[in-house]
């Protein structure tokens, strides 16, 4: 027994040893070694999904076949996770941390509790998404044509909170003229979902796979009528077509059809930055402060074949969506337009947020 | 149909699937038993290793982990009195009480055969449902959500023990801590004392292990025995299984209960054993033996606990929407294995729904068998002197509560709900009451918010439901109250007596300034954020007050005075410190904890505290130590979970894994 727990001791004690291994200068290479993919949510949420689905193509393209193992740090609504990551991971290119909107949306509004500094990491990918707006056929509706339709008539909406990603939405509509009342306290974005199903709230969104996995079936059955998705940013950082639903219109041309003219104005650069780092933008994989240059290279090198494996490719579109990753270059373009909001836009949103919705940054 | 069901059945037995269904359940005990880990854990360990897998073989290790956590968290909440998981929290109530009594292997056995039955109900359960809950589960909006939540308080009554006020106040009070942090309708942060780790609230772990287990702890470091009191675990085993056939009306009713409760996405596992055990209370005939070791508590727990995970995949698998923590990694695997949740998969791969229905059967007889082959070994820990197994609890207790959010935050809180959990033992409040209260507040109030935004009056009225649960209620508290067990459900028994006051006066007295508190720092805040707290206040100074003034006015025959120490102190041997003289101790290791890291401090804590507490020798010493020690690095460096850390390591950058 005894002999046991030497052999187990020692085996750990040799483990330890080569963890505690400096990080090889010259030739990066991960062979034995374990990569933290740091998610600040809980197992199961949409992040820790997105991280699983990328693992196995990490462990694949990274130099040595390293074990990636996804670590869950949940807790303060992605904020406490992140803290901790920007505090204490080693530049190693042995940790690295998957980030998202509701971390993104905080740090723009300088929530007191945010301790990171997005321009200290590195953006080696992002990952945009989209969303779906629906609403209840009881409202009369048969598409997105007849949204002049929904002109004075109340609906309610389901949130996850004033400093929430779902707030984005809220802004949405609110600039599209809807009279929506906003109903705080949701669990995630499927209560949404099931309150819509129940009949509770008028108007719902989901993003893009929870859409099509269990919105899509809704909408066949005539019980939900789609109105528009939110749309990707083209080259010119100006909204398109999402290309995952070519067949519905995007925000911008339904702003077109209700108002008649085209978005402008303070409101609209505001909505369109936080649109920006909550969808467009919105899960980040960043490397810590002070990585060398040679691990953001190998680092660089392998998600960009990660992103080029035909498999990755067949598989994503049904995961992700139809959405470029974007990666090198790009990655660093989109995250930088993500996390830089200017001034005007940021003290309008935090002043909407404040009077409108009760929004208190400052706990006291 | 049935032949889908006769032909899914043949290719889970005859393939590897078998192997990995009973991987899964293996994994499944091993985070079952030990209490820093529960199902949603483990599903999150398994969760890599199901990527690549042949889907039929990853759905069956997932089944089978998820279908036996609540088999094998009843070990440790039977020989232990520290809840396995939080599904099980319920079982230490009577089960407990049994294995202190000799009587382990009876109750263990009681709860694997109801586990079992319970976690087959559940299977069957699912099987029918599948196809036609949809209807039902959407049935319950907000309005009956709350009813159901409310139902849940109402079980306060059962479990109140001799004084009602008491139960009311302990449940308050845990309403009160709670409200701590977000309020779901305004995000204002409530009584978080400018610390913004509270703006998540106090995690649940650190509530149950703080109120359940260093209570426990404390009180067998005391009497410095064993934890059974009879030199042997009893031949029960033949007798446990006689026990659930005896019983099988509340086998079965509380299956129903896990079922149903399980099916409906946001109420949460961690309630479905109270409501189970305040059920089986509720209907028994004979409520005497209630806290003191009744095996109808244990077996309506466990049955209860297995089923809920039938009735927890069908939100699951038909909305795409968990049931638990544990059912949302499950369906996070299902997505991964290409799968999408939904009713589309469920109607056209009725394979696949029924390769899921057949594991959870499998594997919850596979667990019970499993755990009746181990628990033998199992149960001789409760014939160690407990100073030998108290340092190794209080090592995986601080641990556990570590986990829920990886801040020095969470090892604080445990201390501080201990402290409250030793309080409200000694004087007599029910701990259950307090949990329940805490774990429902926030059920009650968003529910509460959302439905008086999502519907009016006459709506609530027009739905049929709504009326049904009320009667429900108005039945449950009819019966709740008028055949109230008097048997207190905390501490010894026995008579009421108590001669010092003082303490409980001082004890009331702090509650008191809870709420002041509370009234304070919720003054500004918008009437969303503050009315429940508020509500709660207005509700619970009154009972406070009146506690007081029984404690003053020294009434001895009034149930409301109870202070076990002076009991002990005047009659009870065998207790050879104070309450302080062991919470001091574990303050001292928080402490070593706090300067010098986990690891290190636990090694120090161990030396130390088997010097000065065992008749160890420094071999023995130096082998429990190491083992220890070893056992937090394997766990740390396989499970990929962060060790807390110290002020040491803040200071220096050290190797893992003292740094």
């Known amino acids: ?364 | 149909m049935l032949d889908v069901i006769a032909t899914t059945f043949v290719n889970l037995v005859t393939s590897a699937s078998l192997i990995y269904l009973l991987g899964g359940v293996l994994l499944g005990l091993v985070v079952g038993i030990l209490p820093a880990l529960g199902g949603t854990a483990g599903m999150a360990l398994l969760i890599p290793f199901v990527f690549g897998l042949e889907p039929n073989a990853a759905l069956a290790m997932m089944t089978g982990l998820l279908a036996v956590v609540a088999t094998g968290d009843t070990v440790t909440s039977i020989l232990m009195g520290i809840p396995g998981s939080a599904a099980s929290q319920a079982t230490i109530l009577d089960g407990f009480p049994l294995a202190k009594r000799g009587e382990a292997a009876r109750a263990l056995s009681a709860a694997y055969v109801a586990s079992a039955a319970g976690g087959v109900i559940g299977a069957m359960v699912l099987t029918a449902a599948i196809l036609v809950a949809r209807p039902i589960i959407l049935a319950f909006g907000t309005g009956e959500m709350l009813l159901l939540v409310l139902l849940g308080i109402s079980m306060v009554c059962v479990l109140s023990g001799s004084s009602l006020v008491k139960g009311l106040i302990a449940c308050a009070l845990g309403l009160l801590v709670g409200a701590v942090g977000a309020a779901p309708a305004t995000s204002e942060y409530r009584m978080i004392m400018g610390n913004f780790y509270l703006a998540d609230g106090v995690p649940l772990v650190a509530v149950a292990l703080g109120v359940f287990a260093l209570p426990e702890i404390i009180d067998l470091l005391r009497r410095d025995a064993a934890i059974s009191s009879a030199m042997s675990i009893g031949r029960g085993w033949l007798q446990g299984a006689i026990d659930c056939w005896i019983h099988k009306g509340v086998v079965l009713r509380t299956s129903a209960i896990g079922c149903l409760i399980g099916a409906l996405p946001g109420i949460g596992g961690s309630v479905v054993d109270w409501i189970a055990y305040g059920h089986t209370v509720q209907t028994a005939r004979d409520k005497s033996q209630f806290g003191k070791g009744d095996i109808r508590g244990v077996i309506g727990v466990e049955a209860s606990n297995n089923s809920v995970q039938g009735g927890a995949l069908v939100p699951t698998l038909i909305f795409g929407i968990p049931g638990s923590g544990s059912t949302a990694i499950f369906l996070a695997g299902l997505i991964l294995i290409g799968l999408q949740p939904g009713m589309a998969m469920v109607e056209q791969n009725l394979d696949v729904t029924y390769t899921i229905i057949w594991s959870l059967a499998i594997a919850n007889i596979l667990g019970a068998g499993f755990c009746f082959m181990i628990s033998g070994q199992m149960a001789k820990l409760t014939l160690v002197r407990y100073v030998y197994l108290a340092p190794y609890m209080l090592a995986i207790v601080f641990y556990a509560s570590f986990q829920s959010s990886g801040d020095w935050g969470d090892m604080v809180a445990l201390i501080a709900m201990g402290l409250i959990g030793c309080y409200l033992r000694r004087f007599g409040y029910s701990r259950p009451a307090f949990l329940i209260g805490f774990v429902l507040q926030n059920n009650i109030e968003t529910y509460l918010y959302q439905t008086m935004q999502f519907y009016t009056l006459g709506d609530l009225a027009r739905r049929p439901l709504i009326w049904i649960l009320f009667a429900v209620i108005v039945i449950s508290l009819y019966f709740g109250l008028k055949h109230r067990p008097k048997n207190q459900t905390e501490g010894v028994s026995g008579e009421l007596s108590a001669t010092t006051l003082w303490p409980q006066a001082i004890f009331l007295l702090l509650a008191l300034a809870a709420v002041v508190y509370c009234v304070y720092d919720v003054r500004k805040f918008y009437l969303l954020g503050s009315i429940f707290p508020l509500t709660v206040c207005a509700f619970l100074a009154p009972l406070l007050l009146y506690g007081l003034w029984r404690v003053l006015a020294r009434d001895l025959s009034d149930p409301i005075l109870f202070d076990s120490e002076s009991e002990w102190r005047l009659k009870e041997e065998g207790y050879v410190a104070s309450l302080g003289h062991y919470v001091l101790w574990i303050l001292g290791f928080v402490g070593l904890t706090y300067l010098v890291g986990f690891l290190i401090g636990i090694a120090l804590f161990f030396v130390l505290f088997l010097a000065v507490k065992s008749p160890a020798g420094w071999g023995g010493i130096a082998l429990m130590t190491g083992a220890v020690v070893a056992f937090f690095m394997a766990i740390s460096y396989f499970l990929v979970l962060d060790l807390p850390r110290g002020l040491l390591q803040n200071v220096y950058r050290l190797p893992w894994p003292i740094g």
Do not use: C
């Open chain 1, 1 to 364: 027994m005894r002999r046991i727990w030497l052999v187990a001791l020692a085996t750990l004690l040799g483990s330890v040893m080569f963890r505690a291994a400096p990080a090889a200068a010259q030739a990066v290479d991960f062979k034995g070694k374990r990569i933290e993919f740091i998610i600040p949510f809980a197992a199961g949420g949409g992040s820790d999904v997105w991280a699983r689905f990328f693992q196995p193509y990490l462990e694949k393209y990274l130099p040595g076949n390293p074990t990636v193992l996804v670590k869950n740090q949940p807790g303060g609504t992605g904020i406490a996770g992140t803290n901790q990551f920007h505090l204490r991971a080693q530049p190693d290119g042995l940790t690295v941390l998957g980030t998202t909107g509701s971390v993104q949306l905080p740090y723009l509004l300088d929530d007191p509790r945010v301790k990171y500094e997005y321009k200290e990491w590195t953006s080696i990918m992002v990952s945009p998404t989209g969303g779906v707006s629906y609403v209840q056929p009881a409202l009369g509706l048969k598409s997105a044509d007849d949204i002049e339709k929904l002109k004075g008539q109340k609906m309610k909406y389901g949130s996850q909170g004033v400093s929430s990603l779902d707030m984005v939405a809220v802004l949405a509509y609110e600039l599209l003229g809807l009279d929506v009342q906003v109903v705080f306290g949701l669990k995630g974005r499927a209560d949404g979902r099931l309150a819509f199903e129940r009949g509770e709230v008028g108007i719902d969104y989901q993003t893009t796979s929870a859409y099509v996995k269990n919105v899509e079936p809704l909408v066949k059955a005539g019980k939900a009528v789609p109105l528009f998705a939110w749309g990707v940013l083209d080259e010119k950082g100006d909204v398109i077509r999402d290309p995952t639903f070519p067949n519905l219109p995007s925000y911008v041309e339904v702003y077109e059809k209700m108002h008649g003219k085209k978005p402008a104005g303070v409101e609209w650069e505001a909505y369109k930055s936080f649109f920006t780092a909550g969808f467009a933008a919105q899960k980040i994989i960043v490397l810590p402060k002070g990585t060398p240059a040679n691990i953001v290279a190998v680092w660089r090198e392998a998600i960009g074949r990660v992103v080029r494996d035909p498999e990755f490719i067949a598989r994503s579109k049904n995961e992700l969506g139809d959405y470029k990753q974007a990666v090198g270059p790009d990655a660093a373009t989109l995250t930088n337009v993500a996390i830089n909001v200017d001034p005007t836009s940021k003290a309008w949103i935090k002043n909407w947020l404040v009077t409108k919705y009760n929004y208190k940054p400052d706990a006291d």
